[in-house]
């Protein structure tokens, strides 16, 4: 499967290059600059057959996340408006060298579509006359792939199941996985492209688990950048860390003197489908929906004064003598400073998967954080909610997930190789 795919790469990247030289005549090297190709260099072909110059892609169609580096793409890329989460269990007889082999694949794969080229023979054609689209694909491993590869004394205790939570209604089906796949892109038919490639690559190595659909602000809707909204209408991320922050690498990845090496600049995703009973949320009036969370819903700043980005004054009493950030406040209860320091990197998508028979939306959140380990992130914040988040009424956690992603690959080697070649 590798072998086909770098085969039709070279195929590609030719005719790439000579549609990337028609473009620089088209529109000139200013107006060309950090163009990338559509998928299976679309442009190229219609331009081929039709004579006419390809059209320069958009910033949002042109732009680019790269595959390798210290760390996998879709962690600290912003928030793109079309995810997929998908999880596998390798099938009955794969083992060791067939995971070794399909990470490979995938990665060769996810190199290729990352770069805006086609996926190989067979290539469905979905994403032509797209550019990439700041496509992401990130790969991780669930504890049972350590068991299914062999690989058991490589398994780090991070990766050990998450508690159980009182409020947890999980789906088993929808939860954990042998391995697992976020696929993000500012087009959804470049996202849904990348989805059925990965699947088609998994070959006869794995199963499909589950797969879930999300989706976020797309680029330009605003007038400016500003922080996301979730489908309660809040605006949802203000506080994440940022990598500007010293302490941002140390929260977030894990540190190059780990006991597995393989996993040096990798990461903990932790995922839950979380559901929201809108229903009942939407019967609250504006100023009740504001003490859940403790912030405004129209611009996300506190209750307690001053614009999105002020601290909260969480001491700060009204003239009621009441807090005026209510003390189950969802922004209070999950603020690193209630939680010994514990924080994570959310990186959501909203869901909507239709209207249930009796007219309730099957919508909420995929909610996606990352940490450099889940006991210092998701579990002690989320044991706290668990115990009196104002929230809580409104949201079901329905499936979850714990996954282990490494590092980013250098150049010349794939997801997981370090691990896998160990
Ligand atoms: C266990 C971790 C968390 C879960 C689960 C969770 C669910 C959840 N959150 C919102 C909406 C908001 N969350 C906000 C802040 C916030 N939430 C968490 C953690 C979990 N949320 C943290 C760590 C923080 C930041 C706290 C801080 O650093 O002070 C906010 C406020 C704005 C913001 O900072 O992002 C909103 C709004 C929903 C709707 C939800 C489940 C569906
Ligand atoms: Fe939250």
């Not at 999300?214 to 489908?231: C, E, H, K």
């Not at 506190?302 to 005026?324: C, F, I, M, S, Y």
């Not at 603020?335 to 924080?343: K, L, S, T, Y």
Request: glycine share 12%; proline share 6%.
């Amino acid at each position: 499967m590798s072998d086909t795919a770098s085969d039709s790469v070279s195929d590609t990247a030719s005719d790439n290059d000579i549609s990337r030289r028609r473009l620089l005549g088209a529109v000139g090297a200013a107006g060309a600059t950090g163009l990338v190709l559509g998928a299976a260099g679309g442009a190229a072909a219609h331009a081929a057959t039709s004579g006419d110059a390809p059209t320069a892609l958009t910033t949002v169609g042109s732009a680019t996340v790269a595959f390798h580096g210290e760390h996998q793409s879709g962690i600290t890329t912003p928030l793109q408006a079309r995810g997929h989460l998908i999880a596998f269990d390798l099938a009955p007889g794969a083992g060791h060298r067939e995971a070794a082999a399909l990470m490979r694949r995938w990665s060769t794969l996810a190199a290729e579509l990352m770069a805006g080229r086609a996926a190989g023979d067979g290539d469905t054609g979905v994403a032509l006359d797209a550019g990439p689209s700041s496509l992401t694909i990130t790969f991780g491993f669930g504890r049972t792939f350590f068991d299914r590869t062999g690989l058991v004394t490589q398994r780090p205790a991070e990766l050990d199941p998450l508690p159980a939570f009182s409020s947890d209604q999980l789906d088993d089906r929808r939860s954990n996985g042998d391995l697992w796949v976020q696929i993000g892109s500012d087009d959804a038919l470049v996202a849904f492209h990348a989805l059925r490639a990965i699947q088609k690559a998994a070959g006869e190595a794995a199963r499909v688990r589950w797969q879930m659909n999300g989706f976020n602000r797309s680029p330009g809707a605003t007038g400016r950048p500003m922080t996301a909204r979730n489908l309660m209408g809040q605006v949802d991320g203000t506080r994440n860390p940022k990598p500007s922050e010293a302490d941002f690498d140390r929260r977030i990845f894990v540190p190059s003197g780990t006991k597995y090496a393989w996993l040096a600049g990798g990461s903990y995703a932790v995922v839950r489908r979380i559901r929201m009973l809108l229903d009942d949320w939407e019967k609250l009036s504006p100023t009740k929906q504001e003490r859940v969370i403790g912030r405004r819903k129209s611009d996300g700043a506190p209750l307690t004064g001053g614009t999105e980005t002020t601290e909260l004054a969480l001491d700060r009493t009204g003239p009621d003598g009441k807090l005026v950030i209510p003390d189950n406040a969802h922004a209070r209860i999950s603020a690193p400073e209630q939680n010994g320091g514990a924080a994570m990197l959310r990186r959501p998508f909203s869901f909507h998967d239709g209207i249930d028979p009796d007219g309730t939306p099957d919508a909420g959140l995929l909610f996606v954080c990352w940490q450099a380990d889940p006991l210092r992130g998701f579990v002690p914040v989320q044991r706290k909610l668990d115990r009196g988040d104002a929230l809580s009424p409104f949201i079901r956690h329905e499936a979850s997930g714990l996954f282990a992603v490494p590092g980013g690959p250098k150049k010349g080697e794939y997801v997981g190789q370090r691990l896998l070649e160990s």
